[in-house]
């Protein structure tokens, strides 16, 4: 059976890696290829860097870190951040990403996830979603690495998930902004209409804080792999111990 | 062992190339035909399009010195479906080194692509895989695949059942990558470079 994926998340700026509270306030939290290679070990199914100074930034070259991560990793990872061109997508590819995540260039240009579906697949295209809950709507926003930047896009968040998948999305990553950072609980309710509606696997982000978090959103929301940040790099929950206890719990895990 | 990997313009080159130094192997990675036929293992990589791949093959005249190797060759996920006839994706022909077709994977009511860590079951006995067993997990990214058949060494569920890992005399498929499955993957690659097969 398919096992369900625990996904750490390490948003990077400026060649580290970093974590903020709702989006603001960075703080470095450690080296790239020590925390890739930590993660490694402990078990993590995949990992996601988010180089989220890019796309505020309009930087476009890839990386010089996705090369080396890739030598050291005998897991995947997929790469987000300023990814706006089918060439900048296949340098990051052709470094050793197995995906490449697009967000707020998506937003700026629909068309860019049907190019890089036609150039690459859908396997490798992974659409990446900052959803806010404006008290009565679920609504997208662009260019959340930098709050003096971020965007109100007009955009409900469901109806951009089916436009994004029928686009030429393989995977979706649902992150929600009024969750993110404090640890409170993946957002069930707005996952579980995702998952509805949502053909292509999901990846819950934003909010875990506790083991019974991850329970919650595999066993409530169906989700297929659940992202997290600050409870892994403050190593609040230890991987091993997250996977052993979802296991017990019932849930498909890879020991 | 002088281990070369077929250049086909697809995108994780790198990543087997890397693997293939995590395990200490030397490679090549060369789409030059006498290179391809010199070598003692041939890898063929491939993720993307079939299509795509197969026009590939074709702009740089690899499609008969593929088809006429006689040394172990391992086609990695989509490098394993081009060793088919025929392919679902695109509905073109492929390599037709093993007889069969690539199909749409029926993912039932699961998520499709099918994206992530599966166990593979059924093992069979095999050089390929001593030291795999059945339960261990590879990671897999598809939405088309082989069914289940006579060349089938390990099998995998996704809603359908299908090949997971497949042989037939001197050639070799992984529908997963082995690049990025953990101790598993590097297992079958050694495997794949020490063993007499």
């Not at chain 1, 700026?13 to 925390?35: A, Q």
């Not at chain 2, 394993?80 to 025929?86: H, R, V």
């Not at chain 2, 050089?127 to 059945?134: D, E, T």
């Not at chain 2, 598809?142 to 005399?169: C, E, K, M, N, W």
Request: hydrophobic share 40%; aromatic share 6%; proline share 4%.
């Amino acid at each position: 059976m398919l096992a369900r994926r625990i996904i750490p998340c390490l948003d990077v700026k400026d060649g580290v890696v970093v974590k903020g509270v709702k989006f603001k306030n960075h703080k470095v939290v450690g080296d790239i290829l020590e925390l890739a290679q930590r993660y490694r070990d402990e078990g993590a199914d995949e990992l996601v860097f988010y180089d989220i100074t890019a796309s505020t930034d309009d930087r476009t070259i890839s990386p010089d870190w996705v090369s080396k991560v890739s030598q050291v990793l005998d897991i995947p990872f997929c790469v987000a951040g300023g990814i706006k061109t089918i060439e900048a997508a296949r340098a990051r590819l052709e470094e050793g990403a197995d995906k490449i995540s697009i967000n707020s260039p998506a937003l700026m240009r629909p068309d860019l996830i049907n190019e890089l579906k036609d150039a690459f697949g859908r396997q490798c295209i992974v659409v990446g979603i900052d959803s806010y809950f404006d008290g009565e709507d679920y609504r997208v926003k662009s260019h959340t690495g930098d709050p003096d930047k971020t965007r109100e896009t007009g955009r409900e968040t469901l109806d951009w998930i089916v436009e994004a998948v029928q686009r030429g999305a393989g995977e979706i990553v649902l992150n929600c902004i009024n969750q993110d950072g404090v640890r409170d609980g993946y957002d069930l309710l707005q996952l579980i209409s995702a998952r509805g509606l949502c053909k292509v696997p999901l990846i819950a982000s934003g909010g875990a804080g506790t083991i019974q978090h991850f329970e919650d959103v595999f066993k409530k929301a169906n989700v297929d792999g659940a992202l997290a940040a600050s409870v892994f790099h403050k190593n609040i929950i230890p991987i091993p111990k997250l996977k052993t206890e979802l296991q017990r719990a019932g849930i498909e895990i890879r020991i | 062992m002088n281990v070369v990997i077929v250049d086909t313009g697809c995108a994780n080159l790198a990543s087997v190339g890397f693997a293939l130094d995590r395990i200490g192997a030397k490679k090549t990675i060369t789409k030059d035909p006498k290179k391809i036929k010199k070598a003692k293992r041939v890898i063929l990589p491939g993720v993307g399009a079939a299509p795509f791949a197969m026009q590939n093959l074709r702009e740089r005249e690899l499609v008969e010195t593929l088809q006429n190797l006689t040394q172990p060759i391992l086609g990695i996920c989509l490098g394993m479906q081009l060793l088919f006839n025929f392919t679902e994706e695109g509905e073109v022909p492929a390599l037709g080194m093993v007889h069969g077709r690539v199909l749409d994977l029926e993912t039932g009511n699961q998520p499709s692509p099918h994206m992530g860590w599966n166990t593979l079951e059924n093992v069979a006995d095999d050089p390929l895989l001593k030291g795999v067993n059945s339960g261990d997990y590879a990671y897999f990214v598809h939405s088309y695949a082989v069914p289940v058949d006579h060349y089938t060494l390990a099998s995998t569920t996704h809603g359908d059942t299908f090949s997971a890992i497949i042989r037939q005399d001197n050639i070799f498929g992984c529908q997963f990558h082995p690049e990025r499955s953990g101790a598993t993957g590097a297992r079958i690659l050694e495997n794949f470079l020490k063993a007499s097969l």
